[in-house]
């Protein structure tokens, strides 16, 4: 898993955006009213790292199949699951001219959020 050093993840309220350090598991060290998606996905092409914008993205959590995301809002391939959903989730990405893939995360939960775990899926042109 090729963990991104960033991720944006938009904050309850004023919608407020606060960058979250992948790495670190995105953790905050308060308890607040704020809410965070549980796992921010970038779609890219695997011989280029470009973004891939038309993806789109099918996930389960603990089974039960999610709202599939298509497009991109950002750009830059980016897309956000499971808002405050801990569990263990399957992401399948598709986009056309690419290979699909599958990836599975287990997404935990701590005393007030989720811990925010970020990825990038490389796709394969076909």
Known sequence: ?????????????????FAVLAT???CRDECDLSGWYALGIQ?????????????????????DEQEPLTGTKDGEGRHSLGFELAGSYEVAVSAPGYAPAIRTYEIEEEECHVVVQA???ALTAE
């Open 1 to 17: 898993m090729v963990m991104l050093s960033k991720w944006m993840v938009p904050r309850l309220g004023p919608m407020t955006v």
């Open 24 to 26: 670190t598991g995105g």
């Open 43 to 63: 779609v890219v092409d695997a011989q280029t790292d470009a973004p891939i914008g038309e993806a789109t993205i099918r996930y389960t959590v603990d089974g």
């Open 119 to 121: 990825d990038a899926i």
